[in-house]
């Protein structure tokens, strides 16, 4: 069965303490890996979408690496606003649905 | 804005009533997914179309869960005799398959309250 698990499941950090979150998954056939931001109330935002082992994708100060096994967010000096939910998604390549954790809620502290 | 919309924003009912909620796609986009959500979880997949074709059902949904796609545009999601475990975000995203790319974009979400 596909399954997504992230860690930690919240993580405090202080403004400029760099850090990373982890989605470990198991899928049938990986179409992709995807990295949402979702703030309280709100709809996820689209962050990131690693397609192979090996890749990786930087946006402002966060950076996204894939491997066989498990997926990397990394968050470099972070500030305040970026504490939010980050969720990690999978597409099956056979049913093509996307299969999620359950997130790792982020609080940098100023 | 041509972002995904959801409608309404926040639902309040009494158990044992019917719902309904639409959801508008971004325009190009041929795959609709519509997701439940509880506090401290993941978007739970419900059911997905691709134009007006719904090919998968979640099977954790029970028979007063229904959605339609008419004509491959918006989407409804209607809930029949509303229990107090139904209180959830309902969130609609859509995709475009067939690019290579299969980023998925969500709505702001529809807020549901059974009381």
């Known amino acids: 069965e596909d399954q997504v698990t992230q860690s930690p499941e919240a993580l405090r950090l202080q403004e400029g303490e760099s850090s990373s979150l982890n989605c470990s998954y198991t899928?049938?056939?990986?179409?992709?890996l995807f990295w949402y931001r979702q703030d309280p109330g709100k709809g996820p935002e689209f962050l990131f979408t690693?397609?192979?082992a090996g890749e990786e994708k930087e946006k402002e100060r966060l950076k996204a690496t894939l491997t066989k096994k498990e997926s990397f967010l990394h968050i470099t000096a972070p500030k305040p606003e970026d504490s939010a939910t980050y969720l990690c998604?999978?597409?099956?390549?056979?049913?093509?649905?996307?299969?999620f954790g359950t997130g790792t809620r982020l609080k940098v502290l100023a | 804005d041509t972002g995904v919309s959801q409608d309404p924003r926040h639902k309040i009912t009494k158990r044992g009533q019917n719902v309904t909620f639409r959801c508008d796609p971004i325009?190009?986009?041929?795959?609709l997914y519509w997701y439940r959500q509880t506090l401290g979880q993941g978007p739970e997949f419900l059911t997905y179309?691709?134009?007006?074709?719904?090919?998968?059902k979640s099977r954790l949904l029970s028979d007063r869960f229904s959605a339609e796609r008419p004509k491959g545009s918006f989407s409804t999601l209607e809930i029949q005799r509303t229990e107090q475990g139904d209180s959830a975000m309902y969130l609609c995203?859509?995709?475009?398959?067939?690019?290579?790319?299969?980023?998925?974009?969500f709505g702001p979400g529809t807020r549901l309250t059974v009381t």
């Open positions: 690693l397609y192979s």
């Open positions: 998604a999978v597409l099956n390549s056979g049913t093509y649905k996307y299969i």
């Open positions: 899928v049938s056939g990986l179409r992709g």
């Open positions: 179309f691709q134009n007006e074709a719904q090919l998968e």
């Open positions: 325009s190009e986009h041929n795959r």
């Open positions: 995203a859509s995709s475009l398959l067939g690019q290579g790319n299969y980023e998925q974009y």
